[in-house]
């Protein structure tokens, strides 16, 4: 059993928490037709994210995967055009929730803690003021 957290791209899911986890799970029937493994596939939001996350959290497969197979940080990154699903060793889920959640709120990608009952879903959404630097985030 992994700790599984998502991003996903905010402009392809529903904002109700009914209609996103349908959503959801359609999205990880992983019914694509590409490798998964691929970030190319995704999003450029979700690709930038992508890049930085690997930074902390290197793959497990694909062409950019660690060597290092005993490295706990090693994650399995499951990534389709709209979702990037990360499922992390139990032991680095404290410090997997918040870089991921910080990212994808840098990267103003969506954010679902799968692993957790009723779990957070954030969504970036416009700010009402053009002055504003960083766009708000709104919690469904």
Request: with cysteine.
């Amino acid at each position: 059993m992994s700790y599984d957290l998502m991003v996903f791209e905010p402009s392809a899911a529903p904002k109700s928490r009914e209609e996103f986890m349908v959503w959801y799970a359609q999205q990880i029937k992983w019914s694509e037709d590409h490798n998964y493994q691929d970030h190319t596939v995704a999003s450029v939001a979700l690709q930038n994210w992508f890049k930085e996350m690997i930074e902390y959290f290197p793959p497990m497969n694909g062409p950019l995967a660690s060597d290092d197979v005993d490295d706990p940080k090693v994650t399995d990154h499951c990534i389709g055009k709209n979702v990037i699903y990360s499922a992390f060793a139990w032991s680095v889920a404290d410090d997997a929730y918040p870089a991921m959640r910080d990212l994808a709120i840098k990267h103003s990608v969506g954010f679902f803690d799968v692993s957790a009952d009723n779990g957070e879903i954030l969504f970036p959404v416009a700010a009402p003021n053009e002055k504003m630097h960083k766009p708000w985030w709104k919690l469904w």
